[in-house]
């Protein structure tokens, strides 16, 4: 978010216009002084505080040509502050001898127009001994040959021919585009260029002159070429030319006779044709690119080229612009040729690209150098490195695809002031974390689990050793209902635990002295006949228990009732008067135990 | 390999030897040979989620979106709050069109729901249990320190109430089983079979939940799109 919100502001930098700053128009020449027929270059630059800039509107020029030759543009950034400048090239070439203004030419920016001012040109014919190729063919236009032969041929024709007739997409085609006269004009012809319909055209001045001899006739002719990009494979038509032109009567009329003035004037009299000549149609087969090889960043430039980079400092500190200059120069449609792409530099925060033009129409090829100027501010310090950046094209003489590529180029970034590192127009912007590339975080190069994950992870895996709390809790459940029942019953919980409490006695007095032993076993017989009588021991008699035994189970067995007497008796004795040996004890023991049980399961069941 | 095994199960300092010599190719950009050492310290030690994730950055490194985002899933399950486990899971499965934080779930609810791994949470409800229960037993055999052990008794089974329903409910929300697809396009069948029509296809690093298994073939779901059908099991990797 915090990258978004630089950027965007950054972006608004770059949109903001100060209120104060406006654009501003210039135009010069090569020269004021100029034969008919030369070239002079003529230069309008537009600057503004904004990466786009209108385009000049040229005024109407009379008696002066004027071509296109292509643009450049430069944008700088200083201290966040955008501004550039376009500067706009034509071919300029006089037609008529004398004064030539070139009017004063505007550009308009949000409702207000600027101008430039008005530039005049002398034209002058060409100096003496000068044998230009634009003096010549007027002379002779101007002296054309008398018909030497060549009866039957027509007085004035156009021709149209192209430099190749299959050529491919993109590639130059050349139109030419000649009208032939072979006698006297009355008036300026006027031409009408040809329909090109599917293809890119672009004028190639100047218009030449010259002569030529067609089936023994004598000509004059004028040449107009015309430099044409298909846009489409397949077969592709130019429409023809057509000349409207005025000519003499068909009269034999030799302006190099004594009496030629007399026979003009006649002609005049007597008025001219007017013939409307056209050229014939001409089509061409243009060839599709081959599809084989065809390079994934190709984007359609068709020609020779090259490409190279520049970048105008190498050494920078973060926050400061660096523009860098890629240009792609040779031969071909550089108007069509679409910015090469950057690679992505993760150290580089990259601006609009902007590009310029330059190019000439010598020897009637176009050629020149497209720039594509961009500005990177560095994000980061440290070493980075532009990659080299590719530019496929075909090259139709070869016949194949060309891969061209830039050297990469080596910056040295400093860290940058507080203020300059902002990178963009809000030099008082608070500075923060700035997002340079994503990618994974690095290695865990120690575990981690700490104790306490670990120990849940142990309990999670306990398995079924986690059945134990539950067996401990069931286990105290149990215990405390047996308690809370024998509180609730304490007679009934003495009754059912005499006859435990009684075995518990007798298996002491296995081990007791056999004092002891007679005590252990006269208690056990004692405490139980009193737990289940729900009666205190001390004071208990052999009769009474007889007695209450009876009452509770009056269906018991009358030996069994006796023998309890009987063994009371015995176990007082043997406490009080201990005679006999250790043996009887032993009996008396047995005879105890086997006592209990019945009277727990005869008397007490 | 499996005297690799044993060597890490024999020593421990051999272990962290073993950890340090892949870091140490996985910065000279040797990715493959370093997830070979990776995942052999995953396989040692299985609840560590630290050695699933280096596994992941590895197979991320070396072009397996898919087995990365299975790894990191693994190492997501055992430790959901480390945030680098987190970030990476995100960052890879953006590459595969897919968001960590379910669309409509606020990313705080989603961090908080997921601060305990299932193991810790599970752990918690069996720790609530112990000391709910064997409390319980003491409170019920001492009678005379009841009024000392009741607070801590109430604690303890809040902690296994709140563990329990809280392990509970993730375990109902979340896939019984997950798999992430591993190869480019994986193809759904309508049926566990080449002669079953092909119904969808799901791209590497998808995550589905995978409902049952046939032979070769699992049968898998995708809840978003209310897809179903049937993938090869090499298709698909169950972290």
Redesign the interface.
């Known amino acids: 978010m915090k990258t978004c919100f630089a950027a965007f502001l950054c972006l608004c930098g770059l949109a903001a216009r100060p209120a104060a700053a406006q654009v501003s128009i210039s135009a010069q020449v090569s020269q004021t002084d100029v034969a008919i027929d030369d070239q002079i270059a003529l230069s309008v630059t537009v600057s503004g505080p904004d990466a786009s800039l209108p385009e000049p509107k040229l005024p109407a020029l009379s008696n002066l040509s004027i071509y296109d030759s292509g643009r450049s543009q430069n944008l700088s950034i200083v201290n966040g502050q955008v501004s550039s400048s376009i500067v706009y090239t034509y071919v300029v070439i006089p037609r008529a001898v004398g004064k030539a203004v070139i009017p004063p030419i505007s550009v308009t920016d949000h409702g207000r127009t600027f101008r430039t001012e008005a530039i005049t040109l002398n034209v002058h014919r060409p100096q003496a001994g000068m044998t230009g190729a634009a003096a010549m063919p007027r002379r002779a236009a101007r002296r054309p040959q008398p018909p030497q032969g060549g009866q039957g041929q027509p007085d004035a024709f156009v021709a149209a021919q192209v430099d190749d007739q299959k050529p491919f997409v993109n590639q130059q085609l050349t139109l030419t585009v000649r009208f032939y006269t072979a006698v006297s004009l009355l008036q300026s012809p006027q031409y009408q260029p040809p329909q090109t319909e599917g293809f890119i055209c672009e004028d190639l001045p100047p218009e030449r002159h010259g002569q030529a001899t067609i089936h023994g006739r004598a000509y004059y002719y004028s040449e107009i070429k015309t430099a044409l990009f298909a846009t489409q494979p397949g077969p592709l038509t130019i429409a023809p030319a057509s000349v409207r032109a005025l000519l003499p009567q068909a009269m034999p009329v030799d302006p190099f006779s004594g009496d030629f003035f007399n026979r003009f004037f006649q002609q005049g009299l007597s008025g001219g044709r007017v013939l409307e000549l056209r050229s014939k149609p001409i089509t061409v087969d243009v060839q599709p690119l081959p599809k084989t090889g065809k390079p994934r960043d190709f984007s359609g430039a068709v020609g020779r080229f090259s490409i190279s980079d520049d970048i105008d400092h190498a050494r920078l500190k973060t926050g400061e612009a660096a523009t860098l200059t890629v240009t792609v120069s040779g031969e071909g449609n550089l108007k069509s040729i679409a910015a090469p792409a950057l690679p992505q530099i993760a150290q580089l925060q990259a601006f609009e690209t902007v590009s310029s033009l330059s190019f000439d129409k010598k020897n009637d090829v176009l050629r020149g150098s497209k720039s594509f100027k961009t500005v990177l501010v560095p994000r980061v310090s440290g070493r980075a490195t532009i990659p080299p950046v590719h530019f496929s094209y075909f090259d139709p003489v070869r016949r194949a695809y060309v891969e061209a590529r830039t050297s990469p180029i080596a910056l040295d970034i400093a860290p940058g002031a507080a203020a300059a590192a902002a990178a963009g127009p809000a030099p008082s912007s608070p500075r923060s974390v700035a997002a340079v590339s994503?990618?994974?975080?690095?290695?865990?190069?120690?575990?981690?689990?700490g104790k306490t994950?670990r120990?849940?992870?142990?309990?999670?895996?306990?398995g079924p050793l986690?059945a134990m709390?539950?067996v401990?809790?069931l286990?105290?459940?149990g215990?405390?209902l047996y308690r809370r029942q024998a509180l609730l019953d304490p007679a009934g919980t003495r009754s059912r635990g005499a006859l435990r409490v009684a075995q518990a006695r007798l298996r002491q007095a296995e081990a007791a002295s056999e004092a002891a032993a007679a005590a252990q076993l006269s208690d056990a017989l004692t405490g139980y006949l009193a737990d289940k009588l729900g009666r205190s021991a001390h004071g208990l008699t052999a009769k009474r228990v007889q007695e209450l035994a009876r009452a509770r189970r009056p269906d018991a067995p009358g030996p069994l009732i006796e023998e309890i007497r009987t063994l009371w008796e015995e176990l007082d004795m043997r406490r009080f008067s201990p005679s006999s040996g250790h043996h009887d004890l032993e009996e008396l023991a047995d005879r105890l135990d086997a006592l209990l049980r019945r009277l727990e399961r005869e008397v007490f069941s | 390999m499996k005297a690799l095994l044993l060597l890490l199960a024999l020593c421990p300092a051999a272990r962290a030897q073993s950890a340090a010599g892949a870091q140490r190719l996985y910065d000279q950009g040797d990715y493959a040979a370093a997830a070979v050492q990776y995942r052999a310290l995953a396989y040692k030690e299985p609840r560590e989620a630290a050695w699933r994730y280096d596994l992941g950055n590895c197979l991320y490194k070396s072009g397996q979106l898919g087995r990365a985002i299975a790894s990191y899933q693994r190492a997501f399950d055992l430790a959901p709050r480390d945030g680098d486990v987190r970030f990476n899971l995100a960052f890879a499965l953006r590459r595969a069109g897919e968001d960590l934080v379910p669309a409509g779930v606020p990313p705080l609810l989603f961090v908080a729901f997921n601060v305990l791994s299932a193991a810790e949470l599970a752990g918690l409800h069996w720790l609530g249990c112990w000391l709910t229960l064997l409390l319980g037993a003491w409170f019920l055999a001492q009678p005379k320190r009841r009024g000392l052990l009741s607070p801590c008794l109430i604690a303890a089974a809040a902690l296994w109430l709140i563990a329990g329903s809280w392990w509970a409910l993730r375990s109902w929300i979340e896939p019984s089983e997950l798999g992430v697809v591993v190869v480019s396009t994986a193809e759904l069948r309508s049926g566990p079979g080449e002669a079953f029509d092909v119904s969808f296809t799901v791209p590497e690093g998808r995550r589905v939940e995978v409902l049952s298994k046939q032979g070769d073939w699992l049968e898998v779901g995708l809840a978003k799109q209310g897809a179903k059908g049937f993938v090869r099991a090499d298709a698909v990797e169950i972290p």
């Open positions: 994503s990618d994974l975080r690095y290695l865990k190069t120690a575990p981690l689990r994950t120990f849940l992870q142990a309990m999670a895996a306990a986690n709390p539950f401990v809790f286990g105290a459940l215990l405390s």
